[in-house]
């Protein structure tokens, strides 16, 4: 090998071994009976209600993304389902939770609804739901 084959593999390396004790699991997509399953498991859910072309969760998501990347707790614990709003917006699990648009989150344990945001993307509001759900999963 090279001296500048050898000097673009360390910083290759340098970058990428990093960045793979930070890494993002995507969240699971939401099939119908998925999350009463879920729940029966005696898992924390945390339901995504977003649509592709929806702004506002579109900011929700990169708050969530980074508070998944300081704390990687919240992965490790609670369960995390993205609700396509476009497909499943009338499903009745929507209507069972009463979700009244896209860009809501919700935290379920067991057969209670542990926290709800509708909307909001401050980083204060969705940690405290993400908090909420984490102590839940301790619990």
Not at 15 to 41: D, F, N, R
Not at 94 to 111: A, C, E, H, N, Y
Request: aromatic residues 6%; glycine residues 4%.
């Amino acid at each position: 090998m090279d001296r500048r084959s050898f000097l673009v593999m360390t910083a290759a390396a340098s970058v990428v071994i990093p960045l793979a004790g930070h890494a993002i699991s995507a969240p699971v997509e939401y099939t119908p009976g998925l999350v009463t399953k879920k729940l029966k498991a005696g898992e924390t859910v945390f339901l995504d209600f977003k649509a592709s072309w929806c702004t506002t969760c579109k900011a929700q998501e990169r708050v969530l993304d980074a508070l998944k990347a300081e704390n990687p707790a919240y992965e490790q614990a609670i369960t995390f389902i993205n609700v396509d709003w476009d497909q499943y917006g009338t499903d009745p699990l929507t209507k069972s939770l009463k979700i009244p648009r896209r860009s809501t989150l919700v935290v379920l344990k067991g057969d209670a609804e542990l926290g709800r945001i509708v909307a909001d993307t401050s980083t204060a509001s969705i940690k405290a739901l993400m908090d909420t759900a984490l102590t839940a999963a301790s619990a």
